[in-house]
C-alpha cells in the first residue's frame, strides 16, 4: 500500500523500463518483419524516444545501471557457451586480426583528424577512441543466432579480449602525451597487470571451478546454489577487470569461460532470463546517447560522416587482413564482427572531455561514429554468416 | 577498453552488487545449514553490511531500484503459480482476514502510542503505518518452499491484495486527518479507482492474455516473444497500479496472474532466472535501512519492543480470526504469513516524516517494527506449515 507522492521513485524506474523495453522489444519485432536484424531495431528505438527525436525517456542513471549490467550479462551468457581450451587454439589468429585491428584504425582516425585541421592532441584522440570493439553487439547477433560456435566467431571473441588490452595501451600513452607526459614503467606495469589478469582468470579459471562446483553438489543446501555461485564470481571478476583497467564485460566473459564446463542447463536458463530482460536496456541505451543537433552544420556533418567510413573499413579490412589465412568468407566474418565500437568508444570520448582535451563538437562526432558502427555491423554480420548452419538456434526461439 | 576513472560508475554499481547478493547468499547458505529459513540470513545480512554495524554499504539509489525491482519480479512468479479462478473461491474468508488484520494493528498502534504520550496525529500515523502487510517476505517463504497450493497460502496472497486497498484508505483518510481536512468524494474515488483496477485485471486479465499468447505462437518472430510481452505487462501493471494508488508489487501479482493459465514453462523459468538474480537486493535492502543507533536510549527501545509485540500479535490474531471456519492449523498459518511489513511500513512512515508529522525517533521505530517483522515471521511459516506436503519444490532446488 502506497501513495504516488511515496513511490514516485519507483514510477519514474517502472515508466522508464516500460518504455526502453516496450519500444525495443516493438522495434525489434518490427525490424525481425522487414527482415533486419532485431538487434537494430532495439538500438532504433533509444534513438526515436531519446532527447534527438521524441524526448520521451532521457539517459539516466537507472537505465545506464541496467544498461552496464545488461551488456555485462550478455559477455557471461556467451563465455558460458565458449570453452578457454577452444580460444587458445585460435589464439595466434586471434593476435594478429586484434592488432591489425587496432592499428588500422588508430592511425586512419588521427590521420583524417589532422588533415581535417584539428589539433593535434585532439586528433590522436579521435585515433584512441576508434580503437577499441565493443563485442556486445556482436556477441548479441551471434549468439542469438546460434552461431558462436563457428571459427570466425571464436576468433572475434577471443580477439576482442586482446583488442580490449591493446586499446588499454592506446589510451594510457595517448592520455600520457595529453598531459605532457610519458612514462614506460607505469605504462608496462599497466600492461601486466591487465595481461595478468587475463592469462589468470583464463588459464586457471575453468579449472577452478570445475572442483568447486563439482563438491558444491554434494554440499550446499541452499536452492539454486549454483547460479548464486556463478553470479558472485561474475560480479567479482567484473569488478577485478575494471580495478586491473581493463573493461567489466572483459571480466564477465571470463567469468562465464571458466564456468562453461562445470555448471548445469539451469544455470544458462536462468542466466538468459535475466540477460534477455537486461538487454533491450544496453541497446536501447546506445541510441539513447546519439544527439542528431550538433549536426546542423554541414562540415561537421561532412567530417562525422567521413570518419564513420573510416571507422567502418579499418577495422572491416585490419581486422580481415590478420585472418588472411582462414580464407575470404571467415575474413569478411571476422572484420564485420570487429566493426561494432559501441559504449567503448564513448567511454573514450568522455575521457578526453574531462581532461579538456576533446570538445563538444569532436565528442559528438566520436559518439554518432560508435553508433553508427553498431547499427552498420548485424545486417553486414547476417550476409557473412549466411553460409553458417546455426546450432542450438531452437533453444534461443523457444516458444515452448 | 576502459580506465578505471571512466567506469567508476560501474566499479561502485558492481562493488555494491558484489557486497549485496554475496553477503547475502552467504547467510543464506548459513543459516540454511543451522536449520533456520535462508530468507531471515538474507536481511540479517543487509543489516551486518549497512550503516549498523560494518558500514560497507549504504542505502542507495542502484541498491533500492535493484530491490524495488526484486519484489516485483518476485510477486510477478508468486502470480504466475496462482490461478484466479482459484482467488475468487477464497474471496469472503480472504476479505474477512484483511479487513480484521487491518483493524486490529491499526487500532492497537494508534491506542498503544496515544498511552505511551505521543501526540495524537504522529499516534495516529504509527497506527497508519502498521495497517499494510508486506506480501513479499511470506511469498519468498511460500514460494521457495513449495507451499503455494495451500489453501491458506492463497487466503494470504488474496488478503494481502485486499489489506493494500484497505491500507491505501486508511493512510488517505489519516494523512486528510494530518492536513486538517476531511473529503469524502475524494476519499470515495481513491477507493473507486484502486478497486476497479484490482477487478478489471483479476477478472479481464486472464481471458485477455489466453487470447493473445494464442494468437502470438502463431505469429511473431522475434525470439523470446512471450517473454517479452510479459516483461512489458509486468512494467504497464506495476506503474499503472501505482497510478490508481496501490503498491507497484499488487500490479505485479496482477499482472502474473492474468498470465499464469497461458504462458509457457521457459517463461516461468527465464523469470525465475530475474527473480533469482534480483530477490536479494530486496532482502537486504531491508536489512540495510535498520538503523539501530536510535535505541541508545532505554525508553525509546522500550516503546520499539513493545510496539513490535503488538504488530506481531495483532495481525496474528486479527488474521487468524478472519478465518476461524479453516480450523486452527490454517488459522495460524494465515495469521503468520500476514505479519511481515517490510518496506510497506517504511513507505507510510517515511510519508509522515515529510509531512512533519512524525518525528524522527519514532520513524526509527516504525522502520525497526517493519524490518523486525520480516524476520519473526519466516521461523513461525515454517512451524505453521510443517505438516503440508510441498508441490514442485524440486524445480526450486533443482541443482541439475
Redesign the interface.
Known amino acids: ?7 514516485q ?3 519514474a ?3 522508464a ?2 518504455v526502453v ?2 519500444a525495443a ?1 516493438l522495434l ?2 518490427v525490424f ?2 522487414l527482415n533486419q536484424p ?1 538487434i537494430v531495431g532495439e538500438i532504433v528505438a533509444g534513438v526515436l524516444i531519446g532527447p534527438s527525436v521524441l524526448h520521451w525517456v532521457a539517459p539516466g ?2 537505465i ?2 541496467l544498461g ?2 545488461g551488456v ?1 550479462f550478455l559477455l557471461f551468457s556467451v563465455g558460458l557457451e565458449v570453452k578457454s581450451s577452444e580460444l587458445v587454439k585460435i589464439g595466434g589468429t586471434a593476435t594478429l586480426v586484434a592488432i591489425l585491428g587496432v592499428a588500422a584504425p588508430f592511425l586512419l582516425g588521427w590521420g583524417l583528424s589532422a588533415l581535417w585541421g584539428y589539433p593535434p592532441v585532439e586528433a590522436i584522440f579521435v585515433g584512441a577512441a576508434m ?2 570493439t565493443s563485442v556486445g553487439i556482436t556477441a548479441r547477433v551471434l549468439a ?1 543466432k546460434g552461431l558462436l560456435h563457428a571459427t570466425a566467431s571464436r576468433i572475434i571473441l577471443a580477439a576482442a579480449v586482446i ?6 595501451l592506446v ?2 600513452i595517448v ?1 600520457g602525451l595529453a598531459r605532457g607526459k610519458f612514462e614506460p614503467i607505469e605504462l608496462a606495469m599497466t600492461a601486466l597487470v591487465a595481461i595478468g589478469f587475463t592469462i589468470l582468470v583464463a588459464t586457471w579459471g575453468t579449472r577452478t571451478m570445475g572442483r568447486v562446483m563439482a563438491r ?2 554434494a554440499n ?10 556463478a ?2 564470481l561474475l ?2 571478476l ?2 577485478l577487470a ?2 586491473a ?4 564485460i572483459i571480466g564477465a566473459f571470463l567469468a562465464g569461460m571458466a564456468l562453461a564446463e562445470s555448471v ?4 544458462h ?6 540477460t ?2 537486461l538487454v533491450p536496456f544496453f541497446l536501447a541505451g546506445i541510441g539513447l546517447r546519439l544527439d542528431l543537433s550538433v549536426f546542423a552544420q554541414p562540415a561537421t556533418f561532412a567530417f562525422a560522416a567521413l570518419l564513420l567510413v573510416a571507422a567502418v573499413l579499418s577495422k572491416l579490412v585490419g581486422c580481415a587482413a590478420g585472418a588472411y589465412r582462414l580464407g575470404r568468407a571467415d575474413m569478411f566474418r571476422i572484420g564485420a564482427g570487429m566493426i561494432p565500437r559501441g559504449e ?1 568508444g564513448m ?2 570520448a ?2 578526453g572531455l ?1 581532461m579538456g582535451v576533446i570538445q563538444k563538437p569532436v565528442y559528438a562526432i566520436v559518439v554518432f561514429m560508435a553508433v553508427a558502427t553498431t547499427l552498420i555491423a548485424p545486417p553486414l554480420l547476417k550476409i557473412a554468416y549466411r553460409s553458417v548452419e546455426p546450432k542450438d538456434a531452437r533453444e ?5
Open positions: 500500500m502506497a501513495f504516488v507522492i511515496a513511490e521513485g519507483a514510477a524506474v517502472l515508466f523500463m516500460l523495453f516496450g522489444k525489434a519485432e525481425e518483419r532485431g542513471e537507472t545506464d545501471t552496464e549490467l555485462i580503437v577499441a542469438a583488442d580490449d588490452i591493446l586499446g588499454l589510451l594510457a592520455s558444491l553438489d550446499l543446501q541452499a536452492g539454486e546454489t549454483q547460479f548464486n555461485l553470479l558472485v560480479f567479482g567484473s569488478l575494471i580495478y583497467g581493463v573493461a567489466a548445469t542447463e539451469r544455470v536458463h536462468l542466466t538468459q532470463g535475466v534477455e530482460m567503448v567511454v573514450v568522455q575521457l574531462a534461443q526461439y523457444d516458444l515452448g
